[in-house]
């Protein structure tokens, strides 16, 4: 919820969990803000240091039990920053410094422990200074000469390309991307990992979701914000290609590997570095004219044609039964409207869906912990009360959310969210990789891939109705449409969570 509310408004999150053992209980959702830069302070108690003595001191027995000898050693490697509160007078110091550390560019999560002892003093008063005295989350600007020299590649190329996944964490840079593509045609592929709306999809140079197509023929790549822009054992870019990588750390020096080229690292805010490359380049627009007008042609039918191809794939599955997620998606799509927030962790296609407001779209951290979506549906929710949000999960991320407290919190704090389980049945990303590694395998010649069915599936919408909701099981795909109708209505007139069991196809 803490990663969700973060990101509708912007403002840093404190989060509390039980010693050690909730520590590692929430070590995937830390794991997937730091991939994602979601500045939270998470925060645990710490076992009582001493046995005997002191108020606060060992009482029970798993006060033994539950001691490390390193507590923040669990989860070190994925925060920027972690320490012990060793006193009282280090209190407003010591917190104003997890501010600082976790807005600081690039964000992400800082970790604070505490000592039973320390919280269990006994202090007649407490100073506070007003604001703090240590700045936070201040924009970088790029190197002057880094941005001429851009300018000058992107002026000169014929096939650029721009691939990102993450620009539209913050909403101002979706605006100096458009700004950008449009001053010299430049085509915009969303890349592999799609967490935000980056960019419209209806635009005429929004080219899909998949850079593959493109990058042999790439003279000049711009990567914003994607840790993994392409696959290098599916697509390289040729060797004469230029490739710019652009990002607060865009070496990604958090990643213990990661080999992508990059001919010029920009270190510095994308939206800033956004607005200065397009007012850079629109100076060269007039010499440059036909050529850019012949490109914008050229791929807005490129655009086109993709887009026919989607409506042409929704089409062909639309009266599949089990139900195609790509229908799903497309009937989804029909039903959202513009104050619609889609949570997605597992399975909505991309292709089906169109995005064109900024804010209006969040997909899963790259890390991939299992659980996220509900809980992130529930604090966008929090952060945007008026607003309609629906989360798309798969059933084992379902799962994996712990359902009932997520449905209880929805209920205990009147948080109608619309859950949309695409059920297949099965851990579909184990199978997908089974079949990727060993295409001439055992499990794929007998259609067999063990420890992987989700079968029988529960009845995941009883859940949603024992916590005062309302849950439907869905099988035909001509209901999906009318079932999204009656889950919306009794979320926004009836101010009650509603949850749609989907049964789509068992790959």
Same mark, same amino acid.
């Given at each position: 919820m803490a990663y969700g509310y973060y990101m509708i408004t912007g403002e840093p999150q404190v989060v509390m969990v039980h010693v050690i053992v909730g520590t590692a209980? /929430?070590? %995937?959702?830390?794991?997937?803000?730091?991939?994602?830069?979601?500045?939270?302070?998470? +925060?645990?108690?710490?076992?009582?240091?001493?046995?005997?003595? *002191?108020? $606060?001191?060992?009482?029970?027995q798993i006060h033994w039990a539950q001691e490390s000898f390193d507590q923040a050693s669990l989860i070190r490697e994925f925060v920027k920053w972690d320490y012990e509160l060793k006193h009282f007078s280090q209190l407003? +110091? #010591?917190?104003?410094?997890?501010?600082?550390?976790?807005?600081?560019?690039?964000? $992400?999560?800082?970790?604070?422990?505490?000592?039973?002892?320390?919280?269990?003093?006994?202090?007649?008063?407490?100073?506070?200074?007003?604001?703090?005295?240590?700045?936070?989350?201040?924009?970088?600007?790029?190197?002057?000469?880094?941005i001429a020299e851009v300018t000058e590649l992107f002026v000169q190329a014929e096939h650029p *390309?721009?691939?990102?996944?993450?620009?539209?964490?913050?909403?101002?840079?979706?605006? %100096?991307? #458009?700004?950008?593509?449009?001053?010299? /045609?430049?085509?915009?592929?969303? $890349?592999? !990992? !799609?967490?935000?709306? !980056?960019?419209?999809?209806?635009?005429p140079l929004h080219l899909g979701f998949d850079p593959a197509p493109y990058l042999k023929e790439?003279?000049?790549?711009?990567?914003?914000? +994607?840790?993994?822009?392409?696959?290098?054992?599916?697509?390289?870019?040729?060797?004469? /290609?230029?490739?710019?990588?652009?990002? +607060?750390?865009?070496?990604?020096?958090?990643?213990?590997?990661?080999?992508?080229p990059a001919d010029i690292a920009l270190a510095a805010d994308p939206a800033a570095t956004l607005h200065l *490359?397009?007012?850079?380049?629109?100076?060269?627009?007039?010499?440059?004219?036909?050529?850019?007008?012949r490109r914008f042609e050229a791929l807005s039918k490129v655009h086109e044609r993709q887009r026919q191809n989607w409506r042409e794939q929704a089409e062909a599955v639309k009266n599949d039964k089990p139900i195609d997620p790509v229908w799903l998606s497309a009937c989804i799509n029909q039903v959202k409207d513009a104050e619609t927030i889609l949570i997605n962790e597992y399975d909505l296609i991309p292709t089906q869906v169109d995005l064109e407001i900024p804010g209006s779209f969040f997909g899963s951290s790259s890390a991939s912990g299992l659980g996220w979506g509900v809980g992130a549906a529930l604090g966008a929710k929090l952060a945007a009360p008026d607003k309609t949000v629906i989360a798309t999960v798969g059933d084992g991320s379902?799962?994996?959310? #712990?359902?009932?407290?997520?449905?209880?919190?929805?209920?205990?704090?009147?948080?109608?969210?619309v859950v949309i389980i695409f059920n297949n049945q099965c851990w579909n990303a184990v199978r997908q990789a089974t079949r990727g590694l060993h295409p001439q395998g055992w499990a794929v010649k007998n259609n067999h891939f063990p420890l992987t069915d989700l079968t029988p599936t529960p009845a995941y919408e009883m859940i949603c109705e024992a916590n005062g909701g309302y849950g439907e099981r869905v099988e035909d795909p001509q209901d999906l449409v009318p079932a999204l109708q009656r889950a919306l209505r009794v979320v926004r007139e009836e101010q009650r969570q509603a949850l749609l069991n989907v049964i789509c196809k068992h790959p």
């Open positions: 209980n /929430a070590s %995937a959702a830390i794991m997937n803000a730091a991939r994602a830069h979601i500045p939270i302070i998470f +925060s645990a108690g710490r076992t009582p240091l001493t046995e005997a003595g *002191l108020a $606060g001191s060992r009482d029970v407003e +110091s #010591v917190v104003d410094r997890a501010l600082a550390i976790a807005m600081a560019e690039p964000r $992400g999560p800082v970790y604070l422990s505490f000592p039973r002892e320390v919280f269990a003093e006994a202090h007649s008063e407490i100073t506070i200074t007003s604001g703090g005295r240590q700045q936070m989350g201040v924009r970088l600007h790029p190197d002057p000469n880094q *390309l721009i691939i990102t996944s993450g620009v539209g964490r913050d909403p101002q840079a979706v605006e %100096a991307l #458009v700004a950008l593509a449009e001053s010299f /045609a430049i085509p915009v592929v969303v $890349g592999i !990992n !799609n967490w935000y709306m !980056n960019f419209p999809t209806n635009h790439a003279d000049v790549v711009l990567v914003i914000d +994607s840790d993994v822009p392409w696959f290098p054992t599916v697509v390289t870019p040729k060797e004469t /290609a230029r490739i710019i990588q652009l990002r +607060s750390d865009p070496m990604y020096s958090r990643y213990p590997l990661r080999g992508y *490359l397009a007012e850079e380049m629109a100076r060269y627009r007039g010499q440059e004219a036909q050529k850019i007008s379902y799962l994996f959310c #712990v359902p009932t407290a997520c449905h209880f919190v929805s209920r205990a704090c009147t948080l109608p969210i």
